[in-house]
C-alpha cells in the first residue's frame, strides 16, 4: 500500500481472458498483466465488472486469484472484487482472495433487491465486519441498479476495515460531493469509476482512477496521472479526450456487455488475449476485432505489441 495508508493510482479492472473453451487463458494473464504493469499502472483489479465477475465460475475464481498474485508477485497491489446477492458468500470469497494474496477486496451491492440508505449501510457495515482485510465499496447502479448515497458513504468511511470507495456512476455532483467530504482522509481512498470524469476527478482530488481501457493502452493513463502530478492539466485534458475517443470506438450504439466484448477484440487485435466471452455475453465476430483494431490504431497512442 502507498504511503498515508492509502491505495491510489492508475488501477485497470482486468478482462478475465479466456480459452477459445470457455476455460481461463493463463498465458494471457500474465500476458496482460505484464503488459500493464510495464505501462506504468499503480494496480490490479481482477474479478470486477470488466472481468465479467458474475459470469465466472468458483473453480475459475480461486484459479485466477491464485495465479494473479503469484504472477504480480507484490508489483503493483492486487484487489479482487468479492461482490455477490449473498453476504456470507462475499464473506467466504474475501477470506479466501486475501488467503490467495489479494491486497485488498472490492465489493458493490446485492442486486436483486430495492434497498433503503439505512439497509445499505447496514449490508456494506456487516460485510465490513466481516473480511479480513481492506475493503474498498464500489458504486455501479447500471448494473445493481442501486446508488450508495454520499451520506451513506461517510458514514462508512469511519469503518476500520473500509479503506476506499470507487465510484462509476458518471455524475460529476457525487464526485464533487465526495471530494469534498472525504478528499485527504486518512486512510480513506477515492477513486473514479467512470473514465470520462477522470481528469475532472483528478482535479477535485481523487486519489485514482479504474479505467478499463488501461489493459489495452496503460502507458497513456499513466501519463495521464503524472501530467495532473505536476500540474499539467492541459496535456490531461488532451489525454482525457484521446480516451474519450477510445471510449467512443468501444461503447457507441453497444450495452455494457457489448462493450466487454468490444474491448476484448480490441485487445485480440494486438495479441494480448483471444476474443472468448463467458455467457451470455457474446464475443465479437472476426470481422469486428479487425475493425476495432483498426480503430484504436488511428488514436495515436503507442500500440501493444503483437504477440508472435
Not at 4 to 32: H, Q, Y
Not at 192 to 219: E, F, H, K
Request: charged content about 20%.
Amino acid at each position: 500500500m502507498p504511503g498515508n495508508g492509502k491505495f491510489r493510482g492508475i488501477v485497470p479492472p482486468m478482462i478475465t481472458p479466456l480459452t477459445p473453451d470457455g476455460g481461463l487463458d493463463e498465458s494471457a494473464v500474465c500476458r496482460v498483466i505484464d503488459h500493464m504493469i510495464a505501462g506504468g499502472v499503480d494496480g490490479v483489479v481482477i474479478l470486477g465488472t470488466t472481468g465479467e465477475c458474475a459470469s465466472v465460475p468458483p473453480r475459475m475464481r480461486t484459479r485466477f486469484v491464485e495465479l494473479a498474485a503469484a504472477h504480480i508477485e507484490r508489483r503493483v497491489p492486487l484487489y479482487v472484487g468479492n461482490g455477490d446477492n449473498c453476504l456470507a458468500r462475499s464473506v467466504e470469497m474475501a477470506e479466501e482472495s486475501f488467503r490467495l494474496g489479494a491486497d485488498a477486496v472490492v465489493a458493490h451491492l446485492p442486486a436483486y433487491y430495492s434497498l433503503t440508505p439505512d439497509e445499505i449501510l447496514d449490508y456494506f457495515t456487516l460485510l465490513a465486519d466481516g473480511v479480513n482485510g481492506p475493503l474498498l465499496l464500489y458504486n455501479i447502479p447500471s448494473t445493481t441498479h442501486l446508488s450508495v448515497p454520499v451520506d451513506v458513504v461517510v458514514r462508512l468511511s469511519d469503518h476500520p476495515r473500509v479503506a476506499g470507495f470507487k465510484d462509476s456512476e458518471n455524475a460529476l455532483d457525487r464526485v464533487e460531493a465526495l471530494t469534498r467530504r472525504l478528499r485527504g482522509k486518512e486512510g480513506f481512498s477515492l477513486f473514479v469509476g467512470a473514465t470520462a470524469l477522470s481528469a475532472r476527478g483528478l482535479a477535485l482530488g481523487m486519489d485514482g482512477i479504474v479505467p478499463s481501457s488501461a489493459n489495452l493502452l496503460p502507458r497513456g493513463w499513466h501519463d495521464l496521472l503524472a501530467a495532473a502530478a505536476g500540474g499539467d492539466w492541459q496535456e490531461v485534458e488532451k489525454l482525457q479526450v484521446s480516451y474519450d475517443r477510445l471510449a467512443q470506438i468501444l461503447q457507441t450504439g453497444r450495452t455494457l456487455g457489448q462493450s466487454l466484448a468490444a474491448l476484448k477484440a480490441a485487445m485480440s487485435s494486438f495479441g494480448l488475449c483471444g476474443p472468448a466471452m463467458l455467457p451470455p455475453l457474446r464475443a465479437a465476430a472476426p470481422a469486428e476485432v479487425d475493425s476495432l483494431g483498426r480503430q484504436v490504431a488511428e488514436i495515436g497512442f503507442e500500440q501493444p505489441g503483437r504477440t508472435p
